[in-house]
């Protein structure tokens, strides 16, 4: 297995103040919220999705209204491959991408931090565990990516990125959900009632408490959108677009593999 690429159309010289810049953002988000770093990171979001794994999807849907399945649907189409494509859905949990996606017509395969999440996984697909830091994939092996809602969950965000970069082939795409903030003052307003004070009540009643309690405040983890977009291309993507759905509360991030297919 090789490294991750280097940036084929970025000097050195940019990629790093780039990623330096979103590190010490997310650094300073996360101390500001009280929040773990580093492998202490790594070890408590492991944790926390072994134990949240048996009702991880009905804590979901009451969390969304069930508008997660909607966003899903339109990540998968977002990535505008044909039928028959190998998708990796990174980060898979319990399998509800694996489901859309095999439904759609592709060839899908899941991979997970957390073992708790693959045991629970009934998608009936390929599943490994990994880090998203180091993918058992051959470089150029998959045609497109999704990934739902675990952006904010991974310890070195750019080396992620630079796998993805690694294992999609040129041509291919990627399809990244994660949650957002509304811009509009009085949906801003409700879905901060309902994520940082709803939700946590919510899963305290149904799974785990002090998880659904890190959740909300784990959105401090991300990077901007100018910072994410810098990211995606120093790992060598294009067209990279950041879309809003339902009026911000979810955002999907899409972009192309560079080079010819």
């Given at each position: 297995?090789?490294?991750?690429p280097?940036?084929?159309?970025?000097?050195a010289?940019?990629v790093a103040?780039?990623?330096?810049?979103?590190?010490?953002?997310?650094?300073?988000?996360?101390?500001?919220?009280?929040?773990?770093?580093?492998?202490?990171?790594?070890?408590?979001?492991?944790s926390?999705?072994?134990?949240i794994?048996?009702?991880?999807?009905?804590?979901?849907?009451?969390?969304?209204?069930?508008l997660?399945?909607?966003?899903?649907?339109?990540?998968?189409?977002?990535?505008?491959?044909?039928e028959g494509?190998?998708?990796?859905?990174?980060?898979?949990?319990?399998?509800?991408?694996?489901?859309?996606?095999?439904?759609?017509?592709?060839?899908?395969?899941g991979?997970?931090?957390s073992?708790?999440m693959?045991?629970a996984?009934?998608s009936?697909?390929?599943?490994?565990?990994?880090?998203?830091?180091?993918?058992?994939?051959?470089?150029?092996?998959?045609?497109?990516?999704?990934?739902?809602?675990?952006?904010?969950?991974?310890?070195?965000?750019?080396?992620?990125?630079?796998e993805l970069?690694?294992?999609?082939?040129?041509?291919?795409?990627?399809?990244?959900?994660?949650?957002?903030?509304p811009?509009?003052?009085?949906?801003?307003?409700?879905d901060?009632i309902?994520?940082?004070?709803?939700v946590?009540?919510?899963?305290?009643?149904?799974?785990?408490g002090?998880?659904?309690r890190?959740?909300?405040?784990s959105?401090?983890?991300l990077?901007?959108?100018?910072?994410l977009r810098?990211?995606?291309?120093?790992?060598?993507?294009s067209?990279?677009?950041?879309?809003?759905?339902?009026?911000?509360?979810s955002?999907?991030?899409?972009?192309?593999?560079?080079?010819?297919?």
């Amino acid at each position: 297995m090789t490294g991750a690429p280097s940036p084929d159309t970025h000097s050195a010289g940019t990629v790093a103040p780039a990623r330096e810049a979103a590190a010490r953002t997310a650094a300073a988000r996360a101390a500001s919220a009280d929040l773990p770093t580093g492998a202490e990171k790594t070890a408590l979001v492991r944790s926390m999705f072994d134990a949240i794994a048996p009702r991880y999807d009905l804590v979901n849907r009451l969390m969304t209204f069930g508008l997660d399945v909607r966003w899903r649907k339109k990540s998968t189409r977002a990535l505008g491959l044909p039928e028959g494509s190998r998708v990796l859905d990174l980060a898979c949990g319990t399998g509800d991408f694996l489901k859309i996606l095999r439904a759609t017509g592709f060839r899908p395969l899941g991979m997970d931090l957390s073992w708790g999440m693959l045991a629970a996984n009934r998608s009936g697909t390929p599943l490994a565990q990994a880090d998203g830091t180091w993918l058992p994939l051959a470089s150029g092996s998959i045609d497109g990516i999704t990934c739902g809602y675990a952006l904010r969950n991974f310890t070195e965000l750019d080396k992620v990125f630079g796998e993805l970069g690694r294992v999609v082939r040129p041509g291919g795409r990627i399809s990244l959900l994660e949650v957002a903030e509304p811009d509009h003052g009085l949906l801003r307003t409700g879905d901060r009632i309902w994520f940082h004070r709803v939700v946590p009540v919510i899963g305290g009643l149904l799974s785990d408490g002090a998880a659904y309690r890190y959740l909300p405040k784990s959105t401090a983890y991300l990077p901007t959108t100018e910072q994410l977009r810098s990211m995606l291309m120093d790992a060598g993507f294009s067209a990279v677009n950041r879309r809003a759905l339902s009026g911000g509360l979810s955002q999907l991030i899409t972009a192309t593999r560079r080079g010819q297919p």
